[in-house]
């Protein structure tokens, strides 16, 4: 069963930073792509960034310098390290991965950032 659990969410002032993880078990992490993705009810579901199989990342042009992506295959665990947070990056952000050409994703977590 593929599991995909994100965690690290929290409130923080603007200026701030996080570090999100997603715990991934029930299939071949370290060749998947992983990519972290973002809902709030304003916007909706937004991509955030990608990490390819074999260590290439991406970012939505808005986020980079602030968000870096990474993964450590050997925990089978995604990253995302939030820095100068703003209050727009408030939402509830999941991991997801495409495999077998079905689509997975974890139960979310929220970030909140408060003036």
């Known amino acids: 069963e593929v599991l995909l659990v994100e965690s690290g969410g929290d409130s923080v002032q603007p200026g701030g930073s996080l570090r999100l993880s997603c715990a991934a078990s029930?299939?071949?992490?370290?060749?998947?792509?992983m990519t972290w993705v973002r809902q709030t009810p304003e916007k909706g579901l937004e991509w955030v960034s990608t990490?390819?199989?074999?260590?290439?990342?991406y970012y939505a042009e808005s986020l980079k310098g602030r968000f870096t992506i990474s993964r450590d295959n050997a925990k089978n665990t995604l990253y995302l390290q939030m820095s100068s947070l703003k209050p727009e990056d408030t939402a509830v952000y999941y991991c997801?991965?495409?495999?077998?050409?079905?689509?997975?994703w974890g139960q979310g977590t929220q970030v909140t950032v408060f003036s």
């Open positions: 029930g299939f071949a992490f370290d060749g998947h792509d």
């Open positions: 990490t390819t199989w074999n260590h290439a990342t």
């Open positions: 997801y991965a495409a495999i077998l050409s079905r689509n997975y």
